[in-house]
């Protein structure tokens, strides 16, 4: 059972980046998805989820508007487009992978993460 996040990398401020999530060892179509961030020398912080559905989709404050989370059961992937990034959303972005159906914004809700991906937004 496992989790693989990519597609982070250095960006300039006002940039996009695409995130991916795949699943390996299981397939996520029962299982609700959240990206959480952690940024040097500050407390992992949830970004956003998605309902093992697709229906129901939470975002973070800082998120909303320019952030959109979405899956692809078929594919047992998940993704995060990043849009207009800031230098504050520098950070390694991990996946995590929870059986409550809707989604959670606490950590402690998910039973499998992957390794993270760095994404540093700089020019």
């Known amino acids: 059972v496992q989790l693989q996040a990519s597609g982070g990398g250095l960006v300039q401020p006002g940039g996009s980046l695409r995130l991916s999530c795949a699943a390996s060892?299981?397939?996520?179509?029962?299982?609700?998805v959240g990206w959480f961030r952690q940024a040097p020398g500050k407390e992992r912080e949830f970004v956003a989820v998605i309902g093992w559905r697709g229906f129901s989709i939470y975002y973070a404050d800082f998120g909303e508007g320019r952030f959109t989370i979405s899956r692809d059961n078929a594919k047992n992937e998940v993704y995060l487009q990043m849009n207009s990034l800031k230098p504050e959303d520098t950070a390694v972005y991990y996946c995590?992978?929870?059986?409550?159906?809707?989604?959670?914004?606490?950590?402690?809700?998910?039973?499998?993460w992957g390794q993270g991906t760095l994404v540093t937004v700089s020019s």
């Open positions: 060892g299981f397939t996520l179509d029962r299982y609700a």
């Open positions: 995590a992978a929870s059986r409550n159906s809707y989604g959670s914004r606490l950590a402690e809700e998910y039973a499998y």
